[in-house]
């Protein structure tokens, strides 16, 4: 099966993943999983490094947002689970910033890879949005509007033109989650004021 094939059912379980977690079915999980094992390989043949290691633990965190979502402290609705505060986030953005650094000149000095910044930044932010959504966090729709946008770019360097066009309209899936999220906050308010 050629690249191209390969890419395109990656994107049809992507979109089907972002769809299923906006309307926080714990389906997503697994069309996320069957998603990212696909770009695990595809990226690798395209020499980033950060972003197929990415693609490799978004199959593990798959799993594990599975059972939170199932299980564990995130299986209430979105609306009923206290995100952090906005000094806490502050917090994060600027540790993550410095592990995120410290993986682009650790590629850059020892790897062929390509877009080491733009590679180690997607990734390192990635990890910490995708942490956020397991817990259904709202924030995470936040940061996933501001990678997204950058994967855009990234994506369409490389030749991925179709998982380019596939992160343009994940930014129309955010924006519907990100509403969907409130709609049902305010209907679970409004039924119980």
């Given at each position: 099966m050629g690249s191209e094939c390969l890419e395109n059912i990656a994107i049809a379980f992507a979109l089907?993943?972002?769809?299923?977690?906006?309307?926080?079915?714990?389906?997503?999980?697994?069309?996320g999983a069957i998603s990212c094992a696909i770009y695990t390989y595809l990226m690798f043949q395209v020499q980033l490094y950060m972003e197929s290691g990415l693609q490799a633990i978004?199959?593990?965190?798959?799993?594990?947002g599975w059972w939170q979502w199932r299980f564990g402290v995130a299986q209430a609705p979105a609306q009923d689970v206290a995100d952090y505060s906005w000094w806490w986030h502050v917090r994060a953005i600027v540790a993550l910033a410095f592990v995120a650094s410290g993986c682009a000149w650790l590629l850059e000095l020892y790897?062929?890879?390509?877009?080491?910044?733009?590679?180690s930044?997607?990734?390192v932010y990635s990890l910490f949005a995708t942490w956020l959504l397991t817990?259904?966090?709202?924030?995470?729709?936040?940061?996933w509007l501001v990678i997204d946008s950058v994967y855009i770019y990234l994506y369409a360097i490389k030749g991925f033109e179709k998982t380019s066009g596939l992160f343009a309209i994940?930014?129309?899936?955010?924006?519907?989650?990100?509403?969907?999220w409130r709609r049902s906050q305010k209907e679970l308010c409004n039924n119980t004021g």
């Open positions: 089907l993943y972002l769809w299923l977690a906006a309307r926080q079915s714990v389906w997503c999980w697994l069309a978004y199959v593990a965190l798959s799993a594990y790897t062929d890879a390509d877009q080491v910044w733009l590679d930044f997607t990734t817990r259904k966090l709202f924030s995470n729709w936040l940061y994940y930014i129309l899936l955010i924006l519907y989650a990100m509403w969907n």
